[in-house]
Structure formats: structure tokens, C-alpha cells
């Protein structure tokens, strides 16, 4: 690498997603409900990354709209990310099909074998979420053109696993395809450190959700350049015979009331009253209906504000491109100072406090 720039550098390492995604940035835009909807996502897009829109909700007719007015706002790839357990998922399917949605990103649950066919004899590449590496191969196999692999860090539903655990585990062991790394990512030294262990991009969420062109409520910004890390947790599961995918928040009382809805939900279920699929999309709605408060109208307190661990490092409103820029310059200087680590020989191990005198007093 001697004698080539950190921008160079850079792109030779993040190749593979680069030209996977058709875009300058191997930075693709998490898919946040209510966040991610056209402002935002062709902002990511312009600004040489990719966004993607999040379907959550959406009706055929709704996200059909949403896809066409993203369009005329970029010119630039972007993708759609469509949840698997969605009711009409069939329908989602065929408007991206008919749109000519160039990647589609199927989250949720381990997508059916056909909803990943239709989409590909219909153009488009498929994205899926490993949260083991048994689950990559089985993507793999099934025939998604990528994985993306999403750590406990990360806001939203989450899984069980750190992202430094789930990268060493799969990015050596799956090659076939690119792997995008997600969760507690939010800054350029990060991107750097995954993209050497072999991924072929990341995926960026909480970042985005003060960017200038997000149109989140100024004060669930606000509770975002307030918090830190700690705030962000994760719901636990009240019945373990009753799955429920754990939800990364900021801790307000819409955090303490899904503990109640959850008890309530799982209750009607042994009733009688509900099917398990029945309870979880009423759990599912839950989730919706308390972000929508808390996106759009700004009811911090009992709406959801959905979070990754990495939101102590959002502190102030930005527009997107700087954002990015921010991310590039940071992953620049970091392989510029490896390059000449290499070029100096130096490899000396930085000073250390003794172990003997950790902890002792003054």
C-alpha cells in the first residue's frame, strides 16, 4: 500500500461492497421505521452511501409511493428494506418488482426460499440478517446475493450476540458472498477494523437519526444527543415458550409499558384469544405505534425511541454528507496511520500502567 493515498487505501478495502451496492461508500443507512423514509434515504444516497427505506408497516400502495418520491429525490442507488413477517409480503415483493428496486433487504425472520426467488427473477439483489454462522450458511445456500450480521449493540430488534463475537465468527468461515457489519457502529475507525477482518461494508443507523435531512421530531433528536451509551437497552422476554425479539430503546416509560403489553399479549395467548402469530404481530404493532409517537410527534416519554448502543457518539444535529464525510475522514487517517506504522517498523507496544498499581490509590 506504500506510496497509494488513505483514499485509496480505503476503497480497495471496502471494493466488493462498493460495487455489491453501486455506490461510492460501502455505507449503507440501517432501515430505522418512521426514520428511514425518503428525505433521509436520498440523502445517504447522494451523499455517495446507500440508503435504504424501511417498509415497517407500510402498505403495498404506501410504499409504492414512498419508492417513487425517493426516486425523485435521487438518482443514486438505494434499497428497500421489507420485514418478513409483514402480512402482505407478497404484495411488497411485487412493488419492488415493478419498480425495479435494485436490492432489497429481507429482515424480520428467515425469509421463505420464494420470497427470495421472486425477488431475484425480478432484478433484484437480496440482503438477508445471519445471527450465527449456521444461519449465514443457510442464507447462502438458499441463494442471497448478501448477508448483513447485526449485533446486540444495535438499536431496534435485536439478537443475542455482540457484533465483535458474530464478526469473528462468520467473516472468516463466508466468502461466497459480501457481508455488511452492523450494530454500535459510529465511527470511521470501527468501519476500518471489520472491513480488515474481511466484511465487505457496514451498516450505519443511529448516526443518521440526527442528520439534518431525517425528519425525526427535534426532541427525539434531542434525547439522542443527551444519551449515552447505557441508556440504550434492550426489553427482556417475560416467557421463553413465547418469543419475542428483544427491542434496543432509550429507557423511558414506553420501555416499562412493553413489559406490561408483553404480559398482557402473552396472557390473552394462553387464553385462547390469540394465536402466537396473532400475539406477535400485536407486539410488533406495539413497537410501531409507540415509535410513530415518539419519531413524529415528539412524545419522548410514552413513544419508543429506538436506539443503538452507539448513540453516546451522536451529539449534535448534522447534515447527512458531513456525517459521512465525518466517517471517511476517520476510516482515512486510521489506514494512513497503520501504513506508516508498517513503513516505520513500528511495532512497539504503547506504554502501559503495571498491573500491580491498577486500581491503588492516589
Not at 157 to 174: C, D, M, N, W, Y
Amino acid at each position: 500500500m506504500t506510496g497509494s493515498s488513505p483514499r485509496a487505501q480505503l476503497d480497495r478495502l471496502w471494493q466488493r461492497g462498493r460495487e455489491f451496492l453501486g455506490c461510492d461508500l460501502a455505507i449503507m443507512g440501517g432501515a430505522m421505521s418512521w426514520v428511514s423514509e425518503r428525505n433521509l434515504v436520498a440523502a445517504i444516497s447522494n451523499g455517495g452511501g446507500f440508503g435504504v427505506l424501511a417498509c415497517g408497516s407500510m402498505t403495498p400502495a404506501q410504499l409504492s409511493d414512498e419508492i417513487a418520491a425517493t426516486e425523485r429525490l435521487t438518482r443514486q442507488p438505494f434499497g428497500v428494506n421489507l420485514i418478513s413477517l409483514h402480512p402482505e409480503l407478497e404484495a411488497l415483493i411485487a412493488v419492488c418488482v415493478e419498480h425495479r428496486v435494485g436490492h432489497v433487504v429481507l429482515a424480520g425472520t428467515l425469509p421463505s426460499a420464494l420470497s427470495i426467488r421472486r425477488l431475484k427473477d425480478g432484478g433484484a439483489r437480496v440482503m438477508s440478517f445471519a445471527s450465527a454462522l449456521v444461519i449465514a450458511r443457510k442464507l447462502v445456500r438458499m441463494g442471497v446475493d448478501a448477508l448483513i450480521i447485526e449485533g446486540n449493540e444495535a438499536g431496534g430488534h435485536v439478537g443475542p450476540v455482540s457484533t465483535s463475537v458474530l464478526a469473528q465468527e462468520i467473516l472468516p468461515e463466508v466468502r461466497d458472498v459480501p457481508v455488511f457489519v452492523a450494530g454500535g457502529i459510529g465511527r470511521g475507525e470501527a468501519i476500518v477494523s471489520y472491513l480488515e477482518m474481511g466484511a465487505s461494508g457496514v451498516q450505519i443507523g443511529t448516526r443518521f437519526v440526527c442528520a439534518a435531512e431525517s425528519i425525526a421530531h427535534p426532541r427525539f433528536k434531542q434525547a439522542f444527543i443527551k444519551a449515552g451509551a447505557r441508556d440504550a437497552v434492550a426489553s427482556v422476554q417475560l416467557d421463553p415458550r413465547f418469543p419475542v425479539i428483544p427491542v434496543r430503546a432509550l429507557a423511558n416509560e414506553a420501555t416499562r409499558r412493553f413489559q406490561d403489553t408483553q404480559r398482557e399479549v402473552i396472557a390473552r395467548h394462553y387464553n385462547g384469544e390469540l394465536t402466537q402469530k396473532e400475539a406477535q404481530l400485536e407486539i410488533e404493532h406495539f413497537w410501531a405505534g409507540a415509535l410513530r409517537r415518539a419519531v413524529i410527534d415528539g412524545d419522548v416519554e410514552h413513544g419508543s425511541l429506538m436506539a443503538g448502543q452507539s448513540v453516546g457518539m451522536v451529539t449534535r444535529e448534522q447534515p447527512t454528507n458531513q456525517i459521512l464525510a465525518e466517517l471517511v475522514a476517520q476510516a482515512e487517517a486510521t489506514v494512513e496511520r497503520r501504513r506508516r506504522q508498517l513503513a516505520d517498523g513500528d511495532t512497539a507496544v504503547p506504554d502501559r500502567v503495571p498491573v500491580a498499581t491498577l486500581g491503588a490509590a492516589d
